[in-house]
């Protein structure tokens, strides 16, 4: 495959999601990524389902989520021979992925530190639920422990009373995309200094990590954020209002934006309650409140193309399948068709990157468990020789 990472190799020992998905963030970027999964089941999210599909139902969508532009190997890590293995391999590679819990490696006899020893240039991406080390280091980590225990949830959802967990199962895949960014950022160094490094990340870290302006409303302001329900925390309108035929978002970012709207709602903009964001924001239950009795007289269709016109942030509301049927989605490559061993041509969800200057990657599909065994290995005896 073409791509910024098309000379690296990624060994992914992890599982479930939040390495998974970092490993295939990488191969995206054109790397060449060894998945090494358990003979008896493998991955598994690999069980993870419904959906399940395929002649037998026996092929999770799960697992096809985040296994794109790999290959699988079928080794037992605790056996001398896959061990042995592992070391080889390790040899070889740019950047090995783990997200076992901790101690686990060790047990193992691949502690990091072993595997740094055997290839010092080494780059090692290793996640956990709650960090390495500190007062509660080894707790396992799932991704809506997490949630909750990170303070998403008390941010998610139609009041503070009832705290929900983000749709997503965003703490993996954000610890997956930080984690990734992590090793890229160390095989840069690698260039200057010439060995690799230990690179970690978390859940908890992951999600803390995107706090934003909620984190600063606490730590600087001495407030402590609440979920809000579909509307935004700090800017009035901004959210998502009814309409006549359902719902629509309109997002009023600034003064400029506010009169475009007002206009066309027939609200005077200069009303002393509504002049600025400040006085919006105190008093957001009228506005939305008059800003609903005028949307309520047209359809969904209607206000988005007048909002449009006035170069106004707004839009739909869309299940995925709308999402994926947008021409938008698949003009941006959101959408990449690969040949599954089963299924055959498949449609997943794409990259969120594209690079100028360089063709579309060729895509391959996730793997069957254990499939290209043969070729991992003679494609490790030649690189060793």
Known sequence: ???????????????????????????????????????DGGDESRGWGPPFVGPEHDISTYFLAANRNKLSLAVDLKSDEGRALIERLVRQSDVVIENFR???LERL??????????????????ITGFGHDGPEGGRPGYDQIAQGEAGLMS????????????????????AGIHGAYGVAAALYERERTGEGRIVRTSLLAAVTGVHSYHGTAWTVGGQVPRA????????????????????????????????????LLGIDPDIAKYRTNRDRFQHRDDLI???????????????????????????????????????????QGLLVTVEHPVLGPIELPGPPLRFDGLPPAEHTAPPALGQDGAAVLAWL?????
Not at 155 to 174: H, N
Not at 234 to 252: E, K, N, T
């Open 228 to 263: 809000n329900g579909n509307h935004h925390v700090s800017i009035a309108p901004y959210g998502a209002f009814h309409c006549a035929d359902g719902m629509l978002q309109i997002a009023v970012a600034n003064d400029t934006q506010w009169r475009k709207v007002a206009t």
């Open 381 to 385: 005896e030649e690189r060793e020789r």
């Open 289 to 331: 409140q008059d800003m609903e009795k005028t949307l309520a007289a047209h359809d969904r269709a209607h206000w988005l193309a007048v909002l449009a016109e006035q170069g106004v942030p707004a839009g739909a509301i869309r299940s995925l399948d709308e999402v994926y049927a947008w021409d938008q989605t698949r003009s």
């Open 1 to 39: 495959m073409l791509g910024p990472l098309g000379d690296i190799v990624v060994l992914d020992l992890s599982r479930a999601l939040a390495g998974p998905h970092a490993a295939q963030m990488l191969g995206d970027l054109g790397a060449k990524v060894i998945k090494v999964e358990h003979p």
């Open 102 to 104: 901790t101690g686990v």
């Open 155 to 174: 941010l998610t959802g139609p009041s503070a009373e009832e705290p929900y967990r983000v749709g997503a199962s965003i703490a993996d895949l954000l």
């Open 109 to 126: 006899g691949l502690a990091v530190e072993r595997l740094r020893e055997i290839n010092p240039r080494l780059v090692v991406l290793s």
